[in-house]
């Protein structure tokens, strides 16, 4: 933001461009550094953390799973979210740590859930694309189940549209080999890419997230409304499930409702908590 404003002025200024340019540059540069170093030590030093947010299913009205999104508690800087730092933990290979071990502490904390006797919740974790071509994610999930003793049926991998389909026939067996496992295999931010409704077909994913950016027209924009309803109804013959992401109101509940789809997730329910707030709200909403 900082360099934006600063490129902008010199945009205006001619003569100083270089200068001002070149200065803006070498911050964001230093700024980018000194995370990228910080985020060495973060791993390794404990300093990220898991926070959940629980999904519904609209059906029963019950509380069936969560999905794990990391944050990290930044010594000095404060709590930083995950859109400042996965990007650079893509493209510095540090995804691969990080995303080991946000699968085995979603998976730990899930199975510490199951033990303290709250209702046995699924856990769905967020796989980058970069995660996913790197490395056999298919072993990881093994291993990580392994030792953590859950359940592969209480474990979903969230995978994004457009690594989905960017990734071909290998990426396909890939996806069957852990959904052999009995792991689910969701795909997240549908909408935000290219493909088609008919392409799903082929696909092995058990569930279908629809992304927050189309859930916000609903229930203003009539395009949108048809749209929807024409992926509940191919969805629905191809056996796959729905989840409606970032659904802040009860108007958009209620259209969800009405129109077939499985799952909610969403701040009209909770936004994203901290394990000891989200066991609390375990607690009010598991049967004794
Ligand atoms: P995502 O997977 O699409 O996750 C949903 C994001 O929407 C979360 O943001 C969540 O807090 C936010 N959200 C949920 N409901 C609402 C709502 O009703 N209103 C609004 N305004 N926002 C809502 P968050 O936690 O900041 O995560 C952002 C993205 O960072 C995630 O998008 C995901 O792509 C990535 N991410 C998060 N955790 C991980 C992780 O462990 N590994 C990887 N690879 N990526 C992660
Ligand atoms: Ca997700
Ligand atoms: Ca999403
Ligand atoms: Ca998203």
Redesign the pocket.
Same mark, same amino acid.
């Given at each position: 933001k900082h360099a934006d404003t600063a490129m902008y002025h010199a945009k205006n200024l001619g003569k100083n461009t270089y200068q001002f340019y070149h200065n803006a540059m070498t911050t964001k540069a230093m700024e980018r550094h000194e995370l990228l170093t910080d985020l060495r030590k973060a791993i390794e030093q404990g300093q990220m953390v898991?926070?959940y947010?629980p999904q519904l299913e609209l059906k029963s009205g019950e509380l069936i799973g969560c999905?794990?999104?990391?944050?990290w508690e930044h010594p000095t800087k404060g709590l930083i979210?995950?859109?400042r730092f996965?990007p650079l933990a893509e493209e510095s290979g540090l995804?691969v740590p990080?995303?080991e071990w946000?699968l085995e502490e979603a998976c730990r904390q899930a199975r510490e859930w199951q033990l303290a006797g709250f209702k046995p919740l699924k856990v769905a974790?967020? $796989?980058?694309n970069i995660?996913f071509n790197r490395m056999d994610i298919c072993q990881l999930v093994t291993d990580k189940l392994s030792i953590t003793e859950l359940e592969a049926k209480y474990l979903l991998i969230?995978l994004?549209e457009t690594s989905i389909m960017q990734s071909g026939d290998v990426s396909f067996e890939m996806l069957q080999a852990i959904k052999g496992q009995g792991v689910g295999i969701a795909m997240?931010?549908f909408g935000t890419g290219y493909s088609s409704l008919g392409a799903l077909k082929k696909l092995p994913i058990d569930n279908l997230k629809v992304?927050?950016s189309f859930i916000d027209e609903i229930p203003e924009n009539s395009e949108s409304k048809v749209i929807f309803k024409a992926i509940v109804a191919m969805t629905k013959q191809f056996g796959i499930s729905l989840t409606a992401?970032? $659904?802040?109101t009860s108007e958009q509940c209620d259209f969800l409702q009405i129109h077939g789809c499985d799952f909610i997730?969403?701040?009209?329910l909770s936004?994203?908590l901290p394990p000891k707030e989200m066991e609390q709200f375990l607690a009010n909403h598991s049967e004794p």
């Open positions: 898991l926070h947010q999905e794990a999104l990391v944050r979210a995950p859109l996965i995804i990080l995303g946000v974790v967020n $796989v980058s995660q969230e994004t997240d931010d992304d927050k992401e970032g $659904v802040e997730q969403g701040y009209l936004k994203p």
